[in-house]
């Protein structure tokens, strides 16, 4: 795995639904489960259709040793997802106007999660294309937004769009069957080679943190920016 801090085709192939004890890598450290997310499918079946987003970026944030974490400063009622069971969707506002998607991921006893940055649409294209080229209600002038297919969960914010995820799937058990938000493993994990690792995206604490993982020449990734005011 290659450390820097930027970049941006990820195996292709078609997943299936992993056993639970599949998902028991999911029950440590979020730094260590991050990287092994990648490549790994989460779809979201809805009565418009099946969108399935194949996970090409990832970012780690654990618990009260880590400045950037909500879980920082101990429980809340905002936080309590990620205490509790591994697996299970956290889900919070960002910046007051997109949804963020975390899978609770952490050691026994502790707390974490890894958040999704970004993926390539794997199925459900038509459907996603939809969603995110939907013009925003606060725009004066409609327009049609016209993206790449590489655009569409490009960033946590479209990734969500594109699956339709929002604060309603807070707390959401990706482990129960049947499930209408599912995680499902890929025949052939990415090689090794083609993971980097780099600074977290946006957080002002504990930014050069090397927590941030993508499969390099992925072109869904989303670009590095680093938060003016970290430290």
Not at 31 to 40: D, E, F, H, K
Not at 142 to 163: C, F, I, M, S, Y
Request: glycine share 10%; proline share 6%; charged share 20%.
């Amino acid at each position: 795995m290659r450390d820097n801090s930027g970049g941006s085709d990820s195996t292709s192939g078609s997943a299936s639904s992993p056993t639970l004890s599949e998902l028991d890598f999911l029950n440590n450290r979020a730094s260590l489960v991050a990287p092994q997310l990648l490549g790994w499918r989460l779809s979201h079946e809805t009565a418009e259709g099946t969108v399935t987003v194949e996970i090409t970026e990832t970012e780690a944030y654990e618990g009260e040793t880590d400045p950037a974490s909500h879980a920082f400063r101990g429980l809340t009622a905002r936080t309590q997802a990620m205490f509790g069971p591994t697996g299970v969707l956290y889900i919070y506002r960002s910046y007051g106007n997109h949804w963020a998607c975390n899978i609770v991921s952490h050691a026994p006893g502790a707390s974490g999660g890894v958040l999704l940055r970004a993926g390539k649409v794997v199925e459900g294209l038509e459907l996603a294309h939809q969603r995110r080229e939907t013009v925003p209600r606060k725009q004066l002038v409609p327009r049609k937004v016209a993206l790449k297919d590489e655009q569409l969960a490009r960033g946590p914010g479209n990734l969500t769009q594109a699956l339709a995820l929002t604060d309603s799937h807070y707390g959401y058990e990706l482990k129960q069957m049947p499930a209408i938000v599912r995680l499902e493993r890929p025949q052939a994990a990415p090689s090794y080679s083609r993971i980097a690792s780099g600074p977290r995206v946006g957080v002002s604490q504990a930014a050069d943190w090397p927590w941030r993982f993508w499969l390099d020449g992925e072109p869904s990734v989303s670009a590095y920016r680093r938060n003016p005011r970290a430290d």
